[in-house]
Nanobody
Framework: QVQLVESGGGSVQAGESLRLACEAS????????MAWVRQAPGNEREFVAA????????YYGDSVKGRFTISRDNAKDTVYLQMSTLKPEDTGVYYC????????????????WGQGTQVTVSS
């Protein structure tokens, strides 16, 4: 059974940083493309970032380019999202998602999802 467990969320002030982590189990992590997706209240899920199985290819949503960095450690079955210069509009629940095969920036391509971690950014 595939499990994705996110951690690292919290409440911060605008301009501060947070690092999210997502640990996977029940899957061969090194074969998976991984993504971060967020959802603000009343909004649809929004693609944030994705990374290929080997870490060589990354994609970012336009709203986070230059501020967020996705990375992974296949030895720890963990993917990270370093978030810098946070803005109030970054507030939402951040989900980790995985898929076998090629990395993709389309949210519906990802098959397995974590429960999410809340990020709140105040001005």
């Amino acid at each position: 059974q595939v499990q994705l467990v996110e951690s690292g969320g919290g409440s911060v002030q605008a301009g501060e940083s947070l690092r999210l982590a997502c640990e996977a189990s029940g899957v061969t992590f090194s074969r998976c493309a991984m993504a971060w997706v967020r959802q603000a209240p009343g909004n649809e899920r929004e693609f944030v970032a994705a990374i290929s199985w080997d870490g060589h290819t990354t994609y970012y949503g336009d709203s986070v380019k230059g501020r967020f960095t996705i990375s992974r450690d296949n030895a720890k079955d963990t993917v990270y999202l370093q978030m810098s210069t946070l803005k109030p509009e970054d507030t939402g629940v951040y989900y980790c998602a995985s898929k076998l095969g090629l990395v993709h920036h389309v949210v519906r391509e990802y098959k397995y999802w974590g429960q999410g971690t809340q990020v709140t950014v105040s001005s």
